[in-house]
Each structure stands twice: as structure tokens, then as C-alpha cells.
């Protein structure tokens, strides 16, 4: 999970993002499904995911894969603070992340107090997480305090950023970075894992 800085929230939400968490309360208890509203004839979820990109170099905000654009990893708005349950916070700014299908399905509506969230000011990679080389896993920081290694674990887990293939997606792509000539790491997925290898 690779640190980022948020830059200003796109206008639809400056100015609307209240309203909309109003309106979206309403709609959910009347047991309908979600949708991003429109603002001035643009598509909300557009406008949004086009403010996004730019934030992560068009990387998935919790396991880095890219290229999470239209035509390649599908991508999704991530609510960090499920829309379910924290209505008001569906079209905060702060609460919307850039995701890839899989992160987001492993997601879903769970949520802890304990995960950790990529932009925060105080979120530090390496303070939190290691490598296992070997295996391609992503681990808690052995070295931290039983609470700081809860956080990456749960972190770890709800996000499933050791499920399935990835520990060895994280392997193939180091071994492409090394045999590209002259690599260009934003070109790449699972920075924080490359840079750390090399
Ligand atoms: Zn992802």
C-alpha cells in the first residue's frame, strides 16, 4: 500500500457532497441500490475517477497493480468508510480511493477501526509492513508494537493482499522490471515491493 498525498476534491463534491450523503440516506432506506449522482451533466463517478487517477498514477490505492484505467483493470471508487453504513461520508472526498476489482471484492462492506488508510499524513510503509522476498507476501512489521502489526494485519487481510496469486504476481513483476531495459518504476505494478528488492 503504497503512500500517496490527496490533492483539492473535484467540484461535484466541494459542493455537493453533503446533499448527496442526505439524498443517498434517504434512497438506501428505501432499499434502493447505489448510484453516483450527476453535476452539471457530468457523470459524478467520472468526473471522480478522473481526479483519482493522477493520485496514484492510475494504481490500485491498496495493492498498486496498474493499469487500474478503462480497458484495463477495471477500476473502482473504493468507499474507505462503507457507503452501507456511513451515509454522510459517500461522497467525501477523503473517503474515495481508487481501486482495483479485485481489492474492492475482497472489501466489500467491511470495515475496522484498524486499517490503515494511504494518504493519511502519519502512514509510513515501511513502519507498518515488510516483504517476504522469498514468497512474494506482504507481512506486518515484526519489528513494531502488537498494535502497529494489528493494523497492517487487518489491513492485510480485509484489502486480501495476500490472496490468491498475488504474493506471486508481486515475484513475475520484479522479475519484468529486472529484465526491462532501463525501467520506468511508475510503468510498473507493486512499486513498494521492487523498490525494496533492489
Ligand atoms: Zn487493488
Given at each position: 500500500m503504497r503512500k500517496f498525498e490527496r490533492k483539492a476534491a473535484p467540484e461535484c463534491l466541494r459542493v455537493n457532497a453533503k446533499k448527496y450523503g442526505k439524498r443517498w440516506k434517504i434512497r438506501h432506506s428505501k432499499g434502493k441500490n447505489w448510484n453516483w449522482y450527476e453535476?452539471?451533466?457530468?457523470?459524478?463517478?467520472?468526473v471522480i475517477l478522473d481526479t483519482l487517477y493522477p493520485l496514484t498514477q492510475n494504481h490500485c490505492a491498496f495493492c498498486d497493480i496498474q493499469k487500474v484505467?478503462?480497458?484495463?483493470?477495471r477500476p473502482t471508487i473504493e468507499h474507505f468508510y462503507p457507503k452501507e453504513k456511513y451515509h454522510f461520508?459517500?461522497?467525501?472526498?477523503?473517503?474515495?480511493?481508487?481501486?482495483?476489482?479485485?481489492?474492492?471484492?475482497?472489501?466489500?462492506a467491511k470495515f475496522s477501526r484498524k486499517l490503515l488508510k494511504p494518504d493519511s499524513l502519519a502512514y509510513d510503509f515501511d513502519k507498518y509492513f515488510?516483504?517476504?522476498f522469498e514468497t512474494g507476501e506482504i507481512k506486518p512489521n515484526e519489528s513494531q508494537s502488537?498494535?502497529?502489526q494489528a493494523r497492517a494485519a487487518e489491513t492485510?487481510?480485509?484489502?486480501?493482499?495476500n490472496k490468491d496469486s498475488r504474493p506471486q504476481a508481486r515475484l513475475n513483476e520484479l522479475e519484468y522490471y529486472i529484465i526491462?531495459?532501463?525501467?520506468?518504476?511508475?510503468?510498473?505494478?507493486?512499486?513498494?515491493?521492487?523498490?525494496r528488492a533492489m
Open positions: 453535476y452539471q451533466n457530468q457523470q459524478n463517478e467520472v484505467i478503462k480497458g484495463q483493470i461520508l459517500a461522497y467525501r472526498w477523503n473517503n474515495l480511493f481508487l481501486c482495483c476489482d479485485s481489492c474492492q471484492s475482497y472489501k466489500l515488510m516483504f517476504d502488537l498494535h502497529t492485510i487481510k480485509i484489502y486480501g493482499l526491462t531495459p532501463f525501467p520506468t518504476l511508475v510503468d510498473f505494478s507493486y512499486r513498494d515491493f521492487i523498490e
